[in-house]
């Protein structure tokens, strides 16, 4: 069964397709109106044989010799002695072709309308729903970026000192409410804290160093201005720290 289908569907597509259309090629190039019109005819009945092989295989190829049976009826169509071609579309296909053709150009004018018609709809729906998902996406996009730099800029008010955009005496502090932040906050002023306090023990040992050798008094000025800026800045740091708690 196997190897019928397969020699079938072989003598099908050489004898069936490409040989008439090689003949067909010629008859155009020879303006042979004879051959053109016997190859025309040839083409709309194998157009009909293929379309009834397509259902046939499906529901009858379990018959014996089904495959066979095509062979044979190609072979049959193209023989210049049989001339089956001509005489089915003379005795069969012209004359039910003349009966309906009013009806089936109507149905075809009818299908390409509404093709049309439906591919505009369809169309429309599609560039609606493209265009409502690319604003949706650029909406959601923008609030994300909002919330971003919000963030962004109330953790940079509170971990920036002494800069010109730090936040005035008189507009309360922007504490974050997630407790991740809060901890990451506490430690960032914890170990910020304890290098101020490094940074005054540092500078404690320098004054002692500097008034055991007896420096001048303008020494001595310039030891205690640095000393009360490390205060200011611990003082500074302890200030966040109460605010944060």
Request: net charge positive; proline share 3%; hydrophobic share 40%.
């Amino acid at each position: 069964m196997m190897v019928s289908a397969i020699i079938s569907r072989v003598v099908i597509l050489v004898f069936g397709t490409l040989y008439p259309a090689y003949a067909s090629y010629k008859a155009v190039k020879t303006k042979n109106v004879r051959e053109y019109v016997k190859w025309m005819m040839y083409w709309i009945v194998f157009a009909l044989f293929t379309c009834a092989e397509t259902f046939a295989d499906i529901f009858l190829s379990w018959v014996p010799f089904y495959y066979e049976a095509k062979i044979v009826f190609v072979l049959w169509l193209l023989s210049p002695a049989t001339k089956g071609s001509s005489i089915l579309y003379r005795k069969f296909v012209h004359p039910q072709l003349t009966k309906r053709e009013q009806k089936i150009d109507a149905y075809i004018q009818q299908a390409s309308d509404k093709g049309y018609s439906a591919i505009l709809t369809v169309g429309s729906k599609g560039l609606s729903y493209a265009s409502n998902v690319v604003v949706q996406t650029a909406l959601k996009g923008h609030g994300a970026v909002l919330d971003h730099l919000k963030k962004s800029y109330s953790m940079s008010d509170l971990s920036v000192e002494g800069s010109s955009t730090a936040v005035g005496p008189n507009v309360p502090p922007v504490i974050p409410d997630n407790e991740d932040e809060l901890d990451n906050l506490d430690n960032r002023l914890i170990e910020e804290r304890e290098e101020a306090n490094r940074r005054l023990r540092e500078g404690r040992k320098e004054n002692e160093m500097l008034q055991q050798k007896g420096n001048a008094g303008g020494q001595d000025d310039v030891i205690t201005t640095r000393d009360t800026q490390l205060r200011s800045r611990t003082s500074k740091y302890s200030h966040k720290e109460g605010m944060t708690c």
